[in-house]
């Protein structure tokens, strides 16, 4: 893409209403912008990086067998009243009367909605074990929406929902969201930390938070530093194998939030306990029969015996994971993104439109990379060279190659790495091997 095509509405000075680095370098790299208080209109940068999160969650749900559907952001009241849980999220629940008297809500989560999909349409065990998932906007009422993205009204959020015949089988489908979010996070350059949780009004009483470090997370967290080094047991993991005996031997280790902390129980830890901060970026839950009963969703089981289904729960941020993701990947002159996730590769920046030379070097490499499927941002724009090169840093993609007039004269060019910025001088054949090498 050309920047000169592109919509790309940087801001050089800190938003006012930004408190936290993630909210400051969305607003100013052109990433989104506030309609009102705590929803956002995704621009063309952030809505690259929302799609990339969102296809790396898909892919891993489908991977650990869940099936994708897609439930409807307005939801009946009556299946809230039913469930017994319209008052639980008192104001923070957005209730609509339709033109016909018909009280509906924006849905703050979908327990109630998959688990009346559910009863009207599985009768026998025989179609169990099941997940069902979707990604779908959500909202909430938040009495102090803050932090841009990472605490806002509405948000894009990935829920999926199994389905079993007894606790046993529902643990095993626990275990494959375990499983399943280890995996994702670190598809997407982050390093998570399953920690044990409170339910909330979720319910049920085994809970799993999975948490990505920053210095300006949210949340006091405490964990074994040996959970640094424990990803390796969920890289080569088949969703087939003993997924039990992999998540005892990590959750061995300590690891807890801040509302789950029990300091007597931290210091007999072995290794060295870390406490800083963290960012929630998934959530995950097993609340057993708590909607089934009421809402009646039940199944005949191989005795022949009519018994409500078992349930769990399990959460992504999608949208919160933009923000959550800055919030670990930025310094002073702005955002970091890891690979994965990079809304484009390489910022091609031409110091010198007007010079006919730059401009050819320019256009070959980046039809080079079209021609590779290497996503790439070439800044065509006139702005002057400090600003060209702020610019670059601030949105932050993985790599910058310069091409100015001393560069084309002498056929070096250089090729800064965002991550460490270290810088690498290179000819132009050079420069194509880089890309190949490094970029694909």
Not at 197 to 219: C, N, Q, R, V
């Amino acid at each position: 893409m050309k920047l000169t095509n592109y919509f790309l509405p940087v801001k050089k000075d800190k938003p006012k209403e930004a408190e936290i680095p993630s909210h400051v370098l969305m607003l100013r790299a052109g990433m989104c912008q506030q309609s009102t208080s705590g929803i956002y209109s995704w621009l063309p940068l952030g809505k690259k990086v929302l799609d990339k999160i969102e296809n790396i969650t898909k892919v891993e749900m489908n991977n650990a067998g869940a099936v994708e559907i897609l439930m409807p952001t307005i939801q009946p009241s009556e299946l809230w009243i039913e469930s017994g849980r319209y008052q639980d999220y008192g104001k923070e629940m957005l209730r609509i009367v339709d033109r016909n008297k018909k009280e509906l809500l924006y849905g703050p989560t979908n327990e109630e909605l998959i688990t009346d999909i559910f009863r009207n349409n599985i009768q026998s065990y025989k179609d169990l074990p099941l997940n069902l998932y979707h990604v779908q906007w959500k909202f909430r009422d938040e009495v102090r929406p803050r932090f841009g993205v990472m605490r806002g009204r509405e948000f894009l959020m990935k829920d999926a929902y199994s389905f079993d015949t007894n606790l046993d089988n529902a643990i095993k489908s626990y275990n494959k969201m375990f499983v399943a979010y280890m995996k994702l996070f670190k598809k997407m350059g982050l390093r998570p930390i399953a920690m044990k949780a409170d339910t909330g009004p979720i319910g049920g009483d085994l809970s799993h938070e999975f948490i990505i470090l920053s210095k300006t997370g949210e949340s006091n967290v405490y964990f074994d530093k040996s959970l640094l080094e424990m990803q390796e047991l969920f890289d080569k993991i088949n969703y087939n194998d003993n997924l039990q005996e992999c998540i005892d031997k990590y959750t061995s280790f300590y690891a807890a939030t801040e509302e789950k902390h029990i300091p007597k129980e931290s210091k007999n830890i072995l290794g060295e306990l870390i406490n800083t901060k963290g960012i929630e970026v998934g959530h995950i839950f097993y609340f057993g029969q708590k909607y089934s009963e009421p809402l009646n969703a039940t199944i005949t089981n191989e005795n022949g015996k009519n018994i409500s289904v078992y349930m769990g729960s399990y959460g992504v941020g999608v949208s919160r994971l933009v923000g959550g993701i800055i919030e670990a990947n930025h310094d002073s002159k702005g955002i970091i993104w890891p690979k994965e996730v990079t809304p484009f590769m390489c910022s091609l920046i031409n110091l010198n439109p007007d010079n006919k030379e730059c401009t050819k070097i320019s256009t070959k490499l980046y039809e080079y990379c079209k021609e590779n499927n290497i996503d790439v941002l070439l800044d065509d724009s006139k702005e002057s060279i400090g600003s060209k090169l702020a610019i670059a840093d601030l949105i932050g993609f993985p790599f910058q190659i310069i091409i100015g007039p001393k560069g084309v004269k002498t056929d070096s060019y250089e090729i800064k790495i965002r991550k460490t910025d270290a810088t690498i001088n290179s000819s132009l054949n050079e420069l194509f091997n880089y890309i190949c090498k490094n970029m694909v």
